[in-house]
Every structure is written in structure tokens, then in C-alpha cells.
């Protein structure tokens, strides 16, 4: 399936990949999908559902209204986010032997978690 990024540029938008693409962020151009159906609204905000669901698509890049300065605040909420979400992680993991196949999914769902390719 071919997703792409609407045809109008936004003058205070930059393209950057989904790898790049944070929860918090806002599209300066809507996403559609190859018959044009409008998968994401420009001026939507990236959450981690909606960011999950257009990587399943396989969306590769989009659109995202550029910020003068990263918010402190947001950056230390996300920061606390990732925590909390490899915290979990190594909870719901405790038990896994270190030579199975699970501690090699807790291996790979903790390097996604920290924002590197599993």
C-alpha cells in the first residue's frame, strides 16, 4: 500500500521520517493514503496510537509543524514516558530465563522502546 503526504507544502513544516516523528507533534500537512482517503488531518497531534498504527501502514515519512524551541516540559514528559514504559517492561519480564526466545522479545521491545531499530 502507498502512503504519502498531501501535495501542499506548509512553509512552517519540515518532512521528517516516522523514525524521527515523536508523540506530541503536529502535522503541518494532512497524511492520505494512495486513493486519498485522509488517514491523519493537517494540525492532528501525533500520539502513540496513531504513530503506531501509521508505521503498521508503513508510512515512511510526514509533515510536522516546526517549533522555535522544544518544549522543556514535553521533553521531560516523554523522557519520563520511556521510562515508565521499559520499567514495565523488565516487570512483566522478570520471570524470562536469559537464554530464551523471551528475553530475546524483552531485547527487541526494549531497544523500540528507547527510539532504535528492533
Not at 512553509?11 to 485522509?38: K, P, T, Y
Request: hydrophobic share 45%.
Amino acid at each position: 500500500m502507498s502512503i504519502s503526504v498531501s501535495a501542499s507544502v506548509s512553509e512552517s513544516g519540515r518532512e521528517i521520517s516516522m523514525e524521527q516523528a515523536q508523540e506530541g507533534m503536529v502535522l503541518a500537512q494532512a497524511l492520505n493514503d494512495a486513493s486519498g482517503a485522509v488517514l491523519l488531518a493537517q494540525g492532528a497531534t501525533l500520539t502513540a496510537a496513531n504513530l503506531t498504527a501509521l508505521r503498521r501502514r508503513n508510512v515512511e515519512r510526514c509533515h510536522v509543524v516546526m517549533e522555535a524551541e522544544p518544549d522543556p516540559a514535553a521533553q521531560a514528559h516523554a523522557e519520563q514516558e520511556r521510562v515508565r514504559r521499559l520499567e514495565r517492561l523488565a516487570v512483566l519480564f522478570r520471570a524470562t530465563p536469559p537464554d530464551s526466545a523471551g528475553a530475546e522479545l524483552l531485547a527487541l521491545l526494549q531497544r523500540y522502546r528507547q527510539g532504535g531499530a528492533a
